[in-house]
């Protein structure tokens, strides 16, 4: 939504602050991961109401030309599945906003969110912005674009790569901390180290 009032780069700017803070948080695979082990159960969400989740997630972190967004990360994945689990809670929430963004699409373009152009879809989630379930989806939306890959989303490390995060390191080398060059990429999850326990995340 970089044309409703927060650029891309504010955003991207915001999310690496509070990106390693998601990732730090005690009992994070409780608060924000539903496990790959939850893939085999029936869907959250129905098939339209994806596609919406989606292309809402499409607008709010956008791919253009300074990369990736939360298409590429499968961050409307990671909430689809997630709401099978730890954030079902949620799952209220999701049908009943979901199914108002396209109410609000139709009343104002004359159709679904979906075939909207990118243009229109901003301006219906500029008018929704203010709304609770507004900051629910753009929450989780963050979580799946730049959370460790284990919980299902930021596939193929894309949103560590989009801030600059190299990935988890235990321990840093001198010249690791040279700051006039940029870090080299370490594409693992924390969950590859012994220290971290994947119990309660791939079903165990």
């Not at 969110?113 to 379930?133: C, I, M, R």
Request: neutral net charge; charged residues 20%.
């Amino acid at each position: 939504m970089a044309r409703s009032g927060l650029s891309r780069r504010e955003l991207l700017r915001r999310a690496g602050l509070a990106g390693t803070a998601i990732l730090a948080l005690p009992g994070v695979g409780r608060l924000i991961g539903a496990g790959r082990g939850l893939a085999a159960q029936a869907r959250s969400l129905t098939a339209g109401s994806l596609a919406t989740l989606r292309a809402v997630c499409a607008r709010l972190i956008p791919t253009d030309e300074n990369g990736p967004g939360a298409t590429e990360a499968h961050a409307a994945e990671y909430i689809e599945r997630s709401l099978r689990g730890a954030l079902a809670p949620s799952r209220a929430d999701y049908v009943q906003g979901l199914a108002a963004i396209d109410r609000v699409a139709q009343q104002k373009f004359g159709g679904p969110f979906t075939k909207l152009s990118p243009e229109q879809q901003d301006a219906v989630l500029t008018d929704l912005q203010e709304t609770p379930f507004f900051a629910i989806v753009r929450g989780h939306t963050l979580q799946g674009t730049f959370c460790d890959p284990v919980y299902g989303g930021n596939a193929d490390f894309v949103g560590w790569d989009l801030l600059g995060y190299p990935g988890v390191r235990l321990t840093v080398a001198a010249n690791e901390q040279n700051m006039s060059t940029p870090p080299t990429p370490k594409h693992t999850s924390a969950y590859d180290s012994a220290m971290f326990s994947r119990t309660g995340i791939d079903g165990d």
